[in-house]
C-alpha cells in the first residue's frame, strides 16, 4: 500500500475505512475515515512512503498526547502500515471557521466569545511546555452543538514543516483570527484565508473599529493589543494565553455557552453558498428584548458579563402594564372601597379626641424641656463647659482616590506576577472590565500559596473605614491588609501585612470593615480562596472602592 493507493473505500491498518479526501498539504492526505472496530468517525493524516516527515509527525502526535483540554481534538493513533504512515485524529462535524468567515464578520460578542475559548485551551496548552503552532481559521472549528474545536495540535505544523512553534506565535495568531472575525479582512499584506488584506495607513494596521463599524472598543483595545507595534495609547502588549483569557472573560464573561445569534451567522452563511445544508450549528440562545435600564453592566454571579458592551441592556426586567387589557382581560385591581356616610360622626369625634390627646403630650414635653433647659443653666443663665472627649475619626463614606496599583503574588510560594495587565481594570469604574488570578486545581490556590491580590496605593496616608470589592463568581475568601509599618512602599513580602477585615464565601459584593478606620497609603485586597470556574478555581475582581 502507497500513498496514492489509499482511496475512497480502502481499509487502512485493517481497522479504518477511507471515506473521502478532506485536503492535501505538500504531498500528504489527510481523509475522513471509520474506525470499523468503534464504529466511529476519525481523520487520517497520511504520508508518502518514505517522506521525510514521518520521524516528525510522530513527535508531534507524542506532544499532542499532553494536552488534556477538551477543546483539542485527540490524536487517536500514529503508526506505519504497509510502508504508509498514518495519524488517526478525532472528528468533529462541524464548519471551519475559515468557511464561516466567507459570509461575513462575527459579531462582537461571537468573535470574543470565540477568541477566548481558544486562548484559554492554549493557556491549558502551554502550561505543559507545548505549544499549537498552526492556529488559524482552518483550525479553529464551530462543532454542530456550538462548541469550539481546535483541530491539528501540533500534527498540522508537522504536516506543513513549519516547526512546533511557540507559545507567542500562537497567541499573535489567534490576534489575527480575532482581527479577521472582527473585520471580515485578514491583517496581512496579502490575502489569506479567502480575506482581502485588512487596510494600512502609514505603514500602520487600522484597527478593527477603523475597518467596520459597531466593533465593541474593549475588543478593539485587546486586539491592538495583541497587534500593534507598539500597541496605542501606550498600552501594555499581551503576549500570553493566559492574560489573553482574562482580559476577553472581562469582555464576554466567562461562560462556555455558546453566544446568541450564531443560528443567524450560519444561516447567512448557507445563504452565501459557504455552509451546505448538511452542516447544522445547534440552535443560539434566543435572544431576549432587552428592557431600557440606564444602569451599568454587571458581571453575573457566574461569571457572565452583561451584554450591554454591545449595545444590548445588561439585563431585562418586566415592564409593569400601563393598563388592563380590553375585554376584561388578565387580572384587576378591584377598586378602592369609598368612605362610608353613615355612621361617620362616631369616627369624627374618636379622631378630635386623639388630636387633643396629642396637644396635651406636646405641651408636657415643651415644659419638661424648658426646665431641664433652667436647671442646667447657672444663676446668670450661662451654659456650662461640657468636656469634649476626642475619639476615632468620623466616617464620611466619601470615596478615596487610587492613584496606582500592583498584583501580589510575593515569592517564594508566588512567581512575582498575577496577570499585572488587567490590573487597572480592578479600579476603572466599569462593571465590565475585570482582573483574573491564575488558574488552579483546588480553591485554596492548589495548596501552593497563602493567597493572591492586589495591593492599591492611596498617594497618602489616609483613614480606610471599608473596601467594597466586586466580585465575579460565589464562594470567595478575602481579606482586606494594610501594611505592619507604614512607609513609602508597600511591604514586599506577605509578613509585611496584617489582616484588618476579613469576608468570608462572598459573592458578588464583598465589604471589608476594620473595626475602627484606619490610617493607611496602601491597602492590599487578599484572596485566599477561589470560586469554581470550569475545570479548576479562578478568583476574579471587576471593581474595588475605597472610603474614608
Same mark, same amino acid.
Given at each position: 500500500?502507497?500513498?496514492?493507493?489509499?482511496?475512497?473505500?480502502?481499509?487502512?491498518? %485493517?481497522?479504518?475505512?477511507?471515506?473521502?479526501?478532506?485536503?492535501?498539504?505538500?504531498?500528504?492526505?489527510?481523509?475522513?475515515?471509520?474506525?470499523?472496530?468503534?464504529?466511529?468517525?476519525?481523520?487520517?493524516?497520511?504520508?508518502?512512503? %518514505?517522506?521525510?516527515?514521518?520521524?516528525?509527525?510522530?513527535?508531534?502526535?507524542?506532544?499532542?498526547?499532553?494536552?488534556?483540554?477538551?477543546?483539542?481534538?485527540?490524536?487517536?493513533?500514529?503508526?506505519?502500515?504497509?510502508?504508509?504512515?498514518?495519524?488517526?485524529?478525532?472528528?468533529?462535524?462541524?464548519?471551519?471557521?475559515?468557511? /464561516?468567515?466567507?459570509?461575513?464578520?462575527?459579531?462582537?460578542?461571537?468573535?470574543?466569545?470565540?477568541?477566548?475559548?481558544?486562548?484559554?485551551?492554549?493557556?491549558?496548552?502551554?502550561?505543559? %511546555?507545548?505549544?499549537?503552532?498552526?492556529?488559524?481559521?482552518?483550525?479553529?472549528?464551530?462543532?454542530?452543538?456550538?462548541?469550539?474545536?481546535?483541530?491539528?495540535?501540533?500534527?498540522?505544523?508537522?504536516?506543513?514543516?513549519?516547526?512546533?512553534?511557540?507559545?507567542?506565535?500562537?497567541?499573535?495568531?489567534? +490576534?489575527?483570527?480575532?482581527?479577521?472575525?472582527?473585520?471580515?479582512?485578514?491583517?496581512?499584506?496579502?490575502?489569506?484565508?479567502?480575506?482581502?488584506?485588512?487596510?494600512?495607513?502609514? !505603514?500602520?494596521?487600522?484597527?478593527?473599529?477603523?475597518?467596520?463599524?459597531?466593533?465593541?472598543?474593549?475588543?478593539?483595545?485587546?486586539?491592538?493589543?495583541?497587534? !500593534?507595534?507598539?500597541?496605542?495609547?501606550?498600552?501594555?502588549?499581551?503576549?500570553?494565553?493566559?492574560?489573553?483569557?482574562?482580559?476577553?472573560?472581562?469582555?464576554?464573561?466567562?461562560?462556555?455557552?455558546? &453566544?446568541?445569534? /450564531?443560528?443567524?451567522?450560519?444561516?447567512?452563511?448557507?445563504?452565501?453558498? $459557504?455552509?451546505?445544508?448538511?452542516?447544522?450549528?445547534?440552535?443560539?440562545?434566543?435572544?431576549?428584548?432587552?428592557?431600557?435600564?440606564?444602569?451599568?453592566?454587571?458581571?453575573?454571579?457566574?461569571?457572565?458579563?452583561?451584554?450591554?458592551?454591545?449595545?444590548?441592556?445588561?439585563?431585562?426586567?418586566?415592564?409593569?402594564?400601563? $393598563?388592563?387589557? &380590553?375585554?376584561?382581560?388578565?387580572?384587576?385591581?378591584?377598586?378602592?372601597?369609598?368612605?362610608?356616610?353613615?355612621?361617620?360622626?362616631?369616627?369624627?369625634?374618636?379622631?378630635?379626641?386623639?388630636?387633643?390627646?396629642?396637644?396635651?403630650?406636646?405641651? /408636657?414635653?415643651?415644659?419638661?424641656?424648658?426646665?431641664?433647659?433652667?436647671?442646667?443653666?447657672?444663676?446668670?443663665?450661662?451654659?456650662?463647659?461640657?468636656?469634649?472627649?476626642?475619639?476615632?475619626?468620623?466616617?464620611?463614606?466619601?470615596?478615596?482616590?487610587?492613584?496606582?496599583?500592583?498584583?501580589?503574588?510575593?515569592? &517564594?510560594?508566588?512567581?512575582?506576577?498575577?496577570? &499585572?495587565?488587567?490590573?487597572?481594570?480592578?479600579?476603572?469604574?466599569?462593571?465590565?472590565?475585570?482582573?483574573?488570578?491564575?488558574?488552579?486545581?483546588?480553591?485554596?490556590?492548589?495548596?501552593?500559596?497563602?493567597?493572591? +491580590?492586589?495591593?492599591?496605593?492611596? %498617594?497618602?496616608?489616609?483613614?480606610?473605614?471599608?473596601?467594597?470589592?466586586?466580585?465575579?463568581?460565589? !464562594?470567595?475568601?478575602?481579606?482586606?491588609?494594610?501594611?505592619?509599618?507604614?512607609?513609602?512602599?508597600?511591604?514586599?513580602?506577605?509578613?509585611?501585612?496584617?489582616?484588618?477585615?476579613?469576608?468570608?464565601?462572598?459573592?458578588?459584593?464583598?465589604?471589608?470593615?476594620?473595626?475602627?478606620?484606619?490610617?493607611?497609603?496602601?491597602?492590599?485586597?487578599?484572596?485566599?480562596?477561589?470560586?469554581?470556574?470550569?475545570?479548576?478555581?479562578?478568583?476574579?475582581?471587576?471593581?474595588?472602592?475605597?472610603?474614608?
Amino acid at each position: 500500500m502507497s500513498n496514492q493507493t489509499v482511496s475512497p473505500g480502502a481499509l487502512l491498518a %485493517g481497522r479504518y475505512r477511507i471515506a473521502e479526501l478532506l485536503a492535501e498539504i505538500d504531498g500528504a492526505r489527510v481523509w475522513r475515515a471509520v474506525d470499523e472496530v468503534l464504529s466511529r468517525a476519525v481523520v487520517v493524516d497520511v504520508l508518502p512512503v %518514505g517522506d521525510p516527515r514521518q520521524n516528525v509527525l510522530f513527535d508531534a502526535a507524542r506532544r499532542a498526547a499532553a494536552a488534556n483540554d477538551p477543546r483539542f481534538l485527540r490524536v487517536l493513533d500514529c503508526d506505519v502500515y504497509e510502508g504508509v504512515t498514518y495519524c488517526v485524529r478525532e472528528w468533529a462535524g462541524g464548519r471551519p471557521l475559515e468557511r /464561516m468567515l466567507g459570509a461575513g464578520p462575527l459579531t462582537g460578542q461571537q468573535a470574543g466569545w470565540l477568541a477566548r475559548e481558544v486562548s484559554e485551551a492554549l493557556e491549558n496548552l502551554h502550561r505543559t %511546555g507545548h505549544s499549537h503552532g498552526s492556529i488559524s481559521p482552518a483550525t479553529v472549528v464551530v462543532t454542530d452543538a456550538g462548541a469550539i474545536k481546535v483541530v491539528g495540535l501540533a500534527t498540522e505544523a508537522a504536516l506543513r514543516s513549519t516547526g512546533p512553534g511557540s507559545p507567542e506565535e500562537d497567541v499573535r495568531a489567534l +490576534g489575527e483570527i480575532l482581527y479577521a472575525s472582527l473585520t471580515g479582512r485578514w491583517p496581512g499584506p496579502a490575502p489569506a484565508w479567502g480575506l482581502q488584506p485588512a487596510p494600512v495607513e502609514h !505603514g500602520r494596521l487600522l484597527s478593527p473599529r477603523q475597518v467596520r463599524a459597531g466593533v465593541p472598543r474593549s475588543l478593539d483595545d485587546i486586539t491592538d493589543r495583541l497587534l !500593534g507595534d507598539p500597541p496605542r495609547h501606550h498600552a501594555a502588549p499581551i503576549t500570553s494565553a493566559a492574560g489573553l483569557s482574562a482580559a476577553l472573560s472581562g469582555v464576554v464573561g466567562s461562560s462556555h455557552e455558546p &453566544p446568541s445569534q /450564531m443560528d443567524e451567522t450560519i444561516a447567512v452563511a448557507r445563504q452565501n453558498g $459557504s455552509i451546505d445544508d448538511a452542516t447544522q450549528i445547534a440552535p443560539a440562545i434566543p435572544a431576549v428584548p432587552p428592557a431600557v435600564d440606564p444602569a451599568p453592566p454587571r458581571p453575573s454571579s457566574n461569571g457572565q458579563t452583561a451584554h450591554a458592551a454591545y449595545g444590548q441592556a445588561a439585563e431585562t426586567r418586566p415592564v409593569a402594564a400601563q $393598563s388592563a387589557p &380590553p375585554n376584561g382581560g388578565g387580572r384587576r385591581r378591584p377598586p378602592a372601597e369609598e368612605p362610608r356616610r353613615r355612621g361617620s360622626w362616631g369616627g369624627r369625634i374618636l379622631i378630635l379626641l386623639a388630636v387633643l390627646a396629642l396637644l396635651s403630650v406636646v405641651l /408636657m414635653a415643651q415644659f419638661l424641656v424648658k426646665g431641664a433647659i433652667n436647671r442646667d443653666q447657672g444663676s446668670n443663665g450661662t451654659t456650662p463647659n461640657v468636656p469634649q472627649t476626642s475619639g476615632p475619626p468620623a466616617q464620611t463614606n466619601e470615596k478615596v482616590t487610587i492613584t496606582d496599583a500592583k498584583d501580589f503574588d510575593p515569592e &517564594p510560594k508566588g512567581n512575582g506576577e498575577e496577570h &499585572p495587565e488587567d490590573v487597572g481594570a480592578t479600579y476603572d469604574n466599569k462593571q465590565s472590565t475585570t482582573w483574573t488570578t491564575m488558574s488552579y486545581s483546588k480553591a485554596a490556590l492548589g495548596g501552593l500559596k497563602n493567597g493572591v +491580590g492586589i495591593y492599591y496605593d492611596l %498617594g497618602q496616608p489616609t483613614n480606610v473605614s471599608e473596601v467594597t470589592v466586586s466580585l465575579v463568581g460565589d !464562594g470567595t475568601d478575602l481579606e482586606l491588609m494594610v501594611p505592619k509599618t507604614e512607609g513609602d512602599k508597600a511591604p514586599s513580602s506577605e509578613s509585611g501585612w496584617k489582616s484588618v477585615a476579613v469576608a468570608e464565601d462572598a459573592g458578588p459584593t464583598a465589604s471589608l470593615k476594620p473595626e475602627a478606620p484606619t490610617q493607611t497609603r496602601y491597602v492590599l485586597v487578599w484572596l485566599t480562596k477561589l470560586p469554581k470556574d470550569g475545570g479548576g478555581y479562578r478568583g476574579e475582581i471587576s471593581e474595588v472602592v475605597v472610603k474614608k
